[in-house]
């Protein structure tokens, strides 16, 4: 169908997740970052933003492949063509409410929110933890460092970590009252929205600070994510080609 462009140790690797669960025809390109761990130059071939994930399709009778950009877009995308009429999207209406304001599932609810809920809500945070990482381990003077230590651990203290475990104590309720009792945020099947979580909530394994006891549910959601076939397919296929497969640097 078309190729698509993730950046290495990004979470880029969430569209190929996607393709391998919707049976989505494509080709891998990976790219290297430089040495300052940026996006390369060359991406913005593709894209003006020089961003990752990026995804071409080639048309047939043109010349001119479109580009798609932004993960929960493109997810959107995908989904209406090749999810539909599987379990990867759950169903929009209640029996008897076709088209009515306040007649949809559940599940589908959830989905909605949760699709735009990884990007919008849960994955600055992330990446802010990920910043303040490297202001802390920044090679800095001696004298220095005292000083970037104390605005990393202030940043922590007053907003990350407290924002965090809202974050956290909201996902673990979710699990807790999955419709159906299920084992995803969305019910008994797996969604697209569990694909866009998979991302940050691999990197808060590491980042945030809470452990298995603390949030369990979260810790067995995420395990039970790795062992989908799909998600075991995609990061065989980037470790071909990288050489291993690894979430954050």
């Known amino acids: 169908m078309g190729d698509a462009s993730p950046l290495e140790v990004s ?139 104390s605005i990393a651990s202030k940043v922590e203290s007053s907003y990350i970590r407290r924002n965090m475990r809202n974050h956290y104590d909201f996902l673990e309720g979710q699990l807790e009252t999955s419709p159906e009792a299920g084992d995803y945020l969305c019910g008994k099947d797996a969604t697209a929205a569990d694909i866009m979580l998979s991302f940050p909530l691999e990197v808060g394994q590491t980042r945030s600070g809470f452990t298995h006891s603390q949030y369990p549910r979260v810790w067995a959601y995420i395990e039970r994510l790795h062992e989908r076939d799909a998600y075991k397919r995609a990061v065989a296929k980037i470790a071909d080609i990288e050489g291993e497969f690894k979430t954050t640097s």
Not at 31 to 42: D, F, G, I, N, S
Not at 90 to 119: C, N, V
């Open 11 to 149: 979470r880029a690797h969430r569209i190929l997740l996607l393709f391998e669960e919707l049976g989505v025809p494509y080709e891998l390109k990976t790219h290297k970052r430089t040495q300052e761990r940026l996006a390369p130059p060359k991406l913005k071939n593709i894209h003006p933003l020089g961003k990752s994930p990026v995804v071409t399709i080639d048309i047939p009778g043109s010349s001119t492949p479109i580009v798609l950009s932004e993960s929960s877009a493109m997810a959107e995308c995908f989904c209406e063509y090749y999810g539909k009429e599987t379990s990867f999207v759950p169903k929009r209406y209640q029996e008897g409410k076709d088209g009515h304001i306040g007649g949809e599932t559940e599940s589908w609810l959830r989905y909605r929110m949760l699709m735009h809920y990884a990007e919008g809500s849960l994955m600055p945070l992330m990446l802010l933890s990920l910043i303040v990482g490297s202001i802390r381990n920044a090679a800095v003077p001696f004298f220095i460092k005292p000083i970037t230590n």
